[in-house]
């Protein structure tokens, strides 16, 4: 399996922007395509968005497309989530994934970091 380590969630005002970064441990990176998820309190982990191997294909929730963009950098072993317009009811701990394909389910993913904190104040 691989490690993940998430970073760059914070505070920050409605209509902001964050950038979040997962860093993947191993040589395999290149093997696993990567998604992010969320969680708000009370509420079901759900999906945000999700790349393929080769990073050539994406996949967003509705509730985020044409506001976050998801890339990976393969010569860093990481994957990135730029969070534009951001909105309170973005607010939710931001998980990266790594699976075999790209996906939607959590179920699909078997390599999970340890989440971080986005908050939008309005």
């Known amino acids: 399996q691989v490690q993940l380590v998430e970073s760059g969630g914070g505070l920050v005002q409605a209509g902001g922007s964050l950038r979040l970064s997962c860093a993947a441990s191993?040589?395999?990176?290149?093997?696993?395509?990567m998604g992010w998820f969320r969680q708000a309190p009370g509420k079901e982990r759900e999906f945000v968005a999700a790349?393929?191997?080769?990073?050539?294909?994406?996949v967003y929730a509705d509730s985020v497309k044409g506001r976050f963009t998801m890339s990976r950098e393969s010569a860093k072993n990481s994957v990135s989530l730029q969070m534009n317009s951001l909105k309170p009811e973005d607010t939710a701990v931001y998980y990266c994934?790594?699976?075999?394909?790209?996906?939607?389910?959590?179920?699909?993913?078997?390599?999970w970091g340890q989440g971080t904190q986005v908050t939008v104040s309005p």
């Open positions: 994934a790594a699976g075999r394909n790209i996906a939607t389910m959590p179920n699909a993913f078997g390599s």
């Open positions: 191993g040589r395999t990176f290149s093997s696993y395509a």
């Open positions: 790349i393929s191997r080769s990073g050539g294909d994406t």
